[in-house]
């Protein structure tokens, strides 16, 4: 939106009658040069998983070789950016994924969902994890695995899909209607992702909001069933999202039954939303 009202810069006279320049753009105001260059270094490895080599770097950033090799030496040095053994290769470390976990309520959120969580696993004998929604899609911040040989597991720190995985459904369906478009309009489709219909979505995360859960077979793994249920926060919307791939036995052991399981998973849910100040509904646990 355009200044209501615009002042003179540092070096203009506030008489001339030629009038007054508009301020520059809140982005371009105040400038870091070599910040963003280690920030979009950062960004460029972020997506991808083999790392680039500083050749490629250079290349992808279209920027000046010794000024990326300066700048990489520190982010190795400070520990952001990993060198391969055979000194050609450049990977992202997980130092910033520490660093969002020592963010407070996060950090808060992990350890108080951690001996739920595996209370969980060993109750259903599966396994399960934690996703919050970040910058377009689903960060996995917590994983457990089952007691048992066959689970289903995900990495921590991984993104998924915020359309096509039952946490990011979850996460959708239990945000207000302004925070829904805002997810939906950052959501960038990662590799891989089940494309969905506007309308389709919209019906599908209705029908989430009416039983409490999401609960279908998994559209990335075969014999996989995912139920997931919303972790509430003071305002009555998801903080996270509890999900288990809900793996069907293929052995003799007969563990707890899939209703079970998401009966088990439910309570789970709801004893973490009790621990961040919010509830859920019991009509949404029956």
Not at 102 to 109: E, K, Q, Y
Not at 237 to 263: E, F, W
Request: net charge neutral; charged share 20%.
């Amino acid at each position: 939106m355009k200044p209501k009202y615009s002042f003179p810069t540092i070096d203009q006279n506030p008489d001339d009658a030629d009038g007054i320049a508009s301020p520059p753009p809140a982005e371009d105001r105040y400038r870091a040069p070599a910040l963003d260059k280690g920030l979009d270094i950062l960004e460029l490895l972020a997506r991808q998983p083999q790392g680039l080599t500083r050749a490629e770097i250079v290349k992808e950033m279209d920027r000046n070789a010794s000024e990326i090799y300066r700048m990489l030496e520190r982010l190795v040095a400070r520990q952001y950016v990993l060198r391969s053994l055979s000194g050609d290769r450049y990977s992202l470390s997980l130092k910033l994924f520490t660093l969002a976990h020592m963010h407070p309520p996060l950090n808060r959120l992990v350890t108080q969902a951690i001996p739920i969580m595996e209370a969980f696993a060993q109750k259903a004998e599966q396994a399960c994890h934690m996703g919050v929604y970040d910058q377009g899609n689903v960060l996995i911040t917590a994983q457990v695995n089952g007691p048992g040989t066959w689970s289903m597991t995900i990495r921590v720190g991984v993104h998924v899909g915020l359309v096509d995985t039952a946490s990011g459904r979850v996460l959708l369906a239990f945000a207000d209607a302004s925070r829904a478009q805002q997810m939906l309009a950052q959501h960038t489709a990662l590799e891989g992702e089940v494309p969905i219909e506007s309308d389709a979505l919209a019906a599908a995360l209705g029908i989430i909001r009416q039983q409490g859960y999401f609960e279908r077979d998994s559209l990335q793994s075969f014999g996989v069933a995912d139920i997931s249920c919303p972790i509430f926060g003071p305002d009555h919307s998801a903080l996270a999202a509890l999900t288990c791939p809900y793996v069907r036995r293929i052995d003799r052991h007969v563990g707890p039954d899939q209703k079970t399981v998401r009966l088990l998973l439910q309570q789970a849910a709801q004893a973490l939303s009790l621990t961040q100040g919010g509830f859920a509904p019991a009509s949404r646990h029956t």
